[in-house]
């Protein structure tokens, strides 16, 4: 009776160890695969402009300055920050 309780503890600490290791697998791999942002867009979900830029980009990281805080240099919408670190001021087709 002894030698079975302690085979089922054993068991029961070997499984839970394995899923631990399983799930941390997931989770590291999930992060790997999180899309990178190229760019910024800064504007407005009611700027028509700011949603041509954002169909034109849209793997750029968007900021909807009517909810979230904008630099300062952002003083037209959309303004769009690209990867070499440019500023667009406006809609640039």
Same mark, same amino acid.
């Given at each position: 009776?002894?030698? /079975? +309780?302690?085979? +089922? ?18 989770? *590291?791999?999930?992060? $790997? *695969? ?9 504007? =407005?979900? /009611? @700027?028509?402009?700011?949603? +041509? ?5 849209? #793997?750029? *990281?968007?900021? $909807? @300055?009517?909810? $979230? /805080?904008?630099? $300062? ?6 303004? /769009?920050?690209?990867? #070499?670190? =440019? ?7």
């Amino acid at each position: 009776m002894k030698i /079975t +309780l302690v085979l +089922l503890v054993v068991a029961a600490i070997a499984i839970a160890v394995i899923f631990f290791i399983m799930k941390r697998k997931v989770v *590291e791999k999930k992060e $790997d *695969e999180a899309p990178k942002k190229n760019g910024i867009i800064y504007g =407005s979900d /009611t @700027c028509r402009y700011t949603i +041509l830029q954002k169909k034109k980009y849209p #793997d750029f *990281e968007y900021v $909807d @300055c009517t909810k $979230d /805080t904008c630099p $300062d240099f952002v003083k037209a919408f959309p303004t /769009t920050v690209y990867p #070499d670190g =440019s500023t667009v001021p406006g809609y640039a087709p």
